[in-house]
């Protein structure tokens, strides 16, 4: 069986490897970083397209609605924990003036979990990754399936953060045998899963 790598290196050479470097270029110009953070905050246990749909609708009154209408608009949109995460978003709001400066830091990623509720190791390198800092990947379950077909992991059981960690180096190993970045690297393997290059 192929490995995950020259997988990889196959998918360089195709057309998808285009929409993988344009998606790439898109994400270092996001500019409304608060509403990207609400995209992650949606997407967690739910869908990045559904999500994807949500934050297009609801744009900029994310700052603005009340808990109460945004749990309302939630319900309407179809996503499946409106109460939760209208709360994550009303809550994370106190930081939006904020965010230029925090994804820059070279600790983000704990300090994001430490302050946004919602926020875990996944859901901190989504956003991360989605607003410019190629050096993270989304470790979710299709990913690991893909590690675990390969021999390279076995499957956890629940994804700890010491389990994120040690499953992170083994794909920046990967990510240096292929010559790109965690980013893209991710979308790739998202790729090889699922046939789509979602945000």
């Known amino acids: ?12 050479k195709s057309k998808i490897s285009n929409v993988i470097k344009r998606r790439m270029r898109d994400f270092g110009e996001v500019e409304d970083l608060f509403s990207e953070m609400c995209f992650c905050l949606l997407a967690f246990n739910y869908s990045a397209a559904g999500a ?3 934050q297009e609708e609801i744009g900029e009154e994310f700052k603005t609605l009340t808990e109460e ?4 608009e ?3 949109l179809g996503h499946r924990f409106p109460v939760v995460r209208a709360k994550y978003i009303v809550d994370a709001r106190k930081y939006s003036k904020d965010l230029e400066k925090i994804v820059q830091q070279k600790d983000a990623r704990e300090w ?6 919602g926020f875990g190791m996944k859901v901190a390198s989504h956003f991360l990754r989605n607003v410019g800092r190629p ?8 990913i690991i399936d893909l ?4 021999g390279l992991i076995k499957r956890p059981k629940t994804l700890t953060i010491k389990k994120y960690l040690e499953i992170e180096k083994v794909l920046k190993k990967i990510a240096r045998e292929v010559g790109l970045s965690m980013g893209e690297l991710d979308f790739y393997l998202w790729y090889l899963e699922t046939g789509k290059v979602l945000k």
């Open 1 to 12: 069986m192929r490995s995950i790598a020259s997988k990889v290196e196959s998918l360089k």
């Open 52 to 54: 994807a749909k949500i």
């Open 69 to 72: 209408e945004l749990v309302s």
């Open 74 to 76: 939630l319900k309407e």
């Open 112 to 117: 994001l979990i430490k302050n946004i509720k």
């Open 135 to 142: 050096e993270y990947a989304i470790l979710d379950f299709h």
């Open 147 to 150: 590690l675990e077909k390969d």
